[in-house]
Every structure is written in structure tokens, then in C-alpha cells.
């Protein structure tokens, strides 16, 4: 009696036993088929090909849902009490409801199936009956939606800019913007949720980083050409592939004429100026104190700069300049004489605006600095020992370079020199000037 009771409670527990179903997707990520919008929770569709597929793709790499095959694959948290699972599958139309369309049977208790005939692209919606080990249905998922997106591989062989009809943008010269694309399969970007076939765009160099278009300015409807704007703010010096997404996921391969060189048409710069400075002595009384004055109005200054790291945010690089002055006092019974002297190496960086029309730099460096021949003249040709004084000092200042014609420029600018004398004399000059330079 008491293996009767034991016997029709397992069979209450067995009829009766819940199936349900996990929340764990499982997609091939390199399928060309995929669940619409990342909605799907419960269960992925996958699609893949056969060994012959590649070779029945026609000269335009289309890859049609129809020509692969869809797997339909579910996890169940209780599967081992499962006999088989029913797939309902339905299809939305044109006026937004859900149709049904399929339903497909396992043969046992796996949690996947191949759909058969493939499903053509456009919107579905799927849900998983679970029948128990007696063949009754216990549990219904939630119906969980799906998009098939056509599959058109994209193929990227000519690039062209417009201002120049070549595939290399130059950053010294004015440019537009303007970048031609040719090849196959270029479609236009989604213009509404229910598209099921478009192509997304993007510029990528060999570092990351990445550029959108700005703007669609042509496109050809057989989808061989397509031309875009792009911002050349997001656009430095490196090496582009456009990098052309369809709506399945497929991707353009990288090809020799699918890539975008940025560059300078210089790929260094190096400028020499000469002109007038008048040096300003603004610490230490010495001077003022021989000489009656802080400022010498007779010298003149040269620089030489070298700018060979080029690049959209500016141009670092190294020069070497120096500045001559003459330092002269004169009273009835004497006169004193001097020379003001300074060359410094210096890191400089510069930036240009206005179309190149206009340059600043910074810098800022090391050197030496000296009083050199100071001596005093007294009458009968009598002049005492000349004595000099040669020593370290740091340089930093600013200049802004205006061309003019060509590379032809006007250059204006001020440094802050220092340096410390023996005898705990500190010495602080401003150095103003205005140059006229070329870039070479």
C-alpha cells in the first residue's frame, strides 16, 4: 500500500512540475542575422552558412537571409524535467500586428532549433511552449521580438578628397572637408527604426581614434558611391579607413584604396628671423645705478627654430636665439662702456589660426648671458682693464608670427631673461622685439 502512495505522488510531481525558462542569452557575434535592438533576453537566433556559402555569394558580396541558416537557441532552468518544446513564431506586417507565421517542434529536450525555411528579413516576434515528460504543455515564455536585417557585405576601393582628387588630406592648406567614397554596397544610414537595410560610417585611424560625418552630400542609388563632410577638428595626422557597418553587422575588409592619409604637405618647418630688441633691465639698481638708464635701444636679436613634430593640435620643436646690445654711458670727466650679450637653446611650441595666416608660440630655455668688455674711458686715451662676466641663465617668452606673402613673416615678441652675477647681483631683463622672418 504504502509503495502505491509512493508511486502516484511521483506521478503528481512529475505531471505537475513548472518549467521555466533563463534570462541568459546566448548569439554568435559573428552572424549576420541578429536580434533586434539587443531587446531579447531569454533567447538569441544565430545564423551561419555552409562550407559552400562564401562561393554562392554573387560580385556584390550580398549575403541573403535566405541563403544561411537560422538556430534558434534557448536556455530552460529546469530542462532536465522537459519531454520537448513547441517555438511559436509570428510575424509583424505592414500595419504593426503580429501575425502567426510557424511553429516548430524539438524532438526531444534540446534548447535549440533550426528554422526551417529560413525566415526572410523583417520583424518577428518568438515564444517557448515546454511540455513536461508526459506530454503535457506546463509553461509559455513571454514573447520576446526580433528584426532579420538584409546582409550586404560592404566593399571600400576608392577614396578621393575634393579639393585635391587624391586620397591625402593636407593640414597646411585650406581644406573643405569634402571626401569621396567609391565601392559597393554603400547604403545610406537608418532614417527610421524599421529599416532593415542601411550602412553606418565612420572614419578610423591605425591609433583609435575615430571621426563621423558631419553630412550625406551625394549618394548614388546602386549604392557604388557615396560622398560625406566630415569635421577636420576630429581628423590628425595618421592614417584613415573608412569603416562601413550594414545592418547585419557585416564589415567592409581594410584595402590599399580604402585609405585616407592626413598629413602636412611639410612634414617640418624651420624658421629664421633677425630684427630689433631693446632689452629692459627691470631688477637690480647696478645697472641704473652706472649707467643712469634700464633700457638700451641699441641692440639687435636673431632666432632659429625647428619644428619637426607636426601635428592638428600644433608643432612642438627646438631653435637657439640671441640677442646684442650696446651699453654706453657718458659724462664730461668719463664715460662707461659695455656689451649685453645672450644666446639661449630653447623647446618651443606653436600653434597656427586663421587659415596659417597667423602663428603663436611659446618657449622656454637655458643659456648663458654676459656683460661683456665693461669698461671705463677716461680723457688722454686712459681706459681701465675691460672686465667680463659670463653666466647661466633661463629664458621663457612668447612670439606671434603674422605671414605676409608666402612664408614671408612679420614676427613680434618678448622674453623674460635671468641669470645671478658673482656678488649676489640678479639680474632680470625683459627683451622685447620685432623681427622679419621666413619659413623654410
Not at 563621423?212 to 558611391?225: A, M, T
Not at 584595402?255 to 633691465?281: H, Q
Not at 662702456?337 to 589660426?353: E, G, I, P, Q, T
Not at 608670427?401 to 625683459?430: C, H, T, W
Request: hydrophobic share 40%; net charge neutral.
Amino acid at each position: 500500500m504504502d509503495f502505491k502512495r509512493l508511486l502516484c505522488a511521483l506521478f503528481l510531481i512529475l505531471l505537475l512540475a513548472p518549467c521555466g525558462f533563463s534570462k541568459k542569452a546566448k548569439k554568435n557575434k559573428n552572424s549576420a542575422i541578429k536580434s533586434g535592438g539587443g531587446q531579447t533576453q531569454s533567447q538569441a537566433l544565430e545564423q551561419g552558412g555552409g562550407a559552400d556559402e562564401s562561393a554562392q555569394e554573387d560580385e556584390d558580396q550580398n549575403v541573403s537571409a535566405e541563403s544561411t541558416w537560422q538556430l534558434l537557441e534557448w536556455e530552460d532552468e529546469k530542462g532536465r524535467l522537459a519531454l520537448r518544446y513547441d517555438v511559436i513564431i509570428e510575424q509583424r506586417d505592414k500595419k504593426g500586428a503580429y501575425v502567426p507565421l510557424m511553429k516548430l517542434e524539438t524532438k526531444d529536450n534540446s534548447t535549440q532549433v533550426k528554422i526551417e525555411p529560413p525566415l526572410s528579413p523583417g520583424f518577428y516576434r518568438y515564444s517557448i511552449v515546454s511540455y513536461n515528460l508526459f506530454g503535457v504543455a506546463k509553461a509559455q515564455s513571454d514573447w520576446e521580438e526580433f528584426t532579420i536585417y538584409r546582409a550586404y557585405k560592404p566593399r571600400v576601393n576608392d577614396v578621393s578628397v575634393d579639393v585635391n582628387l587624391s586620397s591625402n588630406i593636407y593640414l597646411d592648406y585650406k581644406n573643405d572637408g569634402i571626401i569621396s567614397f567609391g565601392g559597393r554596397n554603400l547604403f545610406l544610414p537608418p532614417e527610421s527604426p524599421d529599416d532593415i537595410s542601411f550602412t553606418n560610417y565612420v572614419l578610423r585611424s591605425n591609433s583609435g581614434r575615430v571621426a563621423r560625418p558631419l553630412e550625406i552630400l551625394e549618394h548614388s542609388d546602386n549604392g557604388r558611391k557615396i560622398q560625406f563632410k566630415f569635421d577636420l577638428d576630429d581628423l590628425d595626422v595618421g592614417k584613415y579607413n573608412l569603416v562601413a557597418t550594414d545592418a547585419s553587422g557585416l564589415v567592409n575588409d581594410p584595402e590599399n584604396g580604402n585609405l585616407l592619409t592626413v598629413r602636412f604637405k611639410k612634414w617640418m618647418d624651420f624658421n629664421i628671423s633677425a630684427g630689433y630688441t631693446c632689452p629692459i633691465v627691470v631688477f637690480d639698481d647696478t645697472i641704473k645705478t652706472y649707467f643712469e638708464t634700464n633700457i638700451f635701444p641699441i641692440s639687435a636679436t636673431a632666432r632659429m627654430t625647428w619644428f619637426p613634430f607636426k601635428r592638428k593640435w600644433g608643432s612642438l620643436g627646438i631653435g637657439v636665439s640671441g640677442f646684442y646690445s650696446i651699453m654706453q654711458m657718458k659724462k664730461a670727466e668719463y664715460s662707461l662702456k659695455s656689451n649685453l650679450a645672450s644666446a639661449h637653446l630653447y623647446f618651443a611650441y606653436s600653434r597656427s589660426f586663421f587659415n596659417k595666416r597667423l602663428s603663436l608660440e611659446a618657449h622656454i630655455g637655458g643659456g648663458v648671458t654676459g656683460l661683456l668688455g665693461y669698461r671705463f674711458e677716461f680723457e688722454n686715451n686712459i681706459t681701465t682693464k675691460p672686465q667680463s662676466s659670463l653666466n647661466i641663465s633661463a629664458m621663457a617668452g612668447a612670439a606671434a608670427q603674422i605671414f605676409v606673402f608666402k612664408r614671408l613673416y612679420v614676427e613680434i615678441g618678448a622674453d623674460f631673461v635671468a641669470f645671478m652675477i658673482p656678488n649676489d647681483m640678479l639680474f632680470g631683463s625683459v627683451v622685447p622685439s620685432a623681427s622679419v622672418g621666413w619659413q623654410f
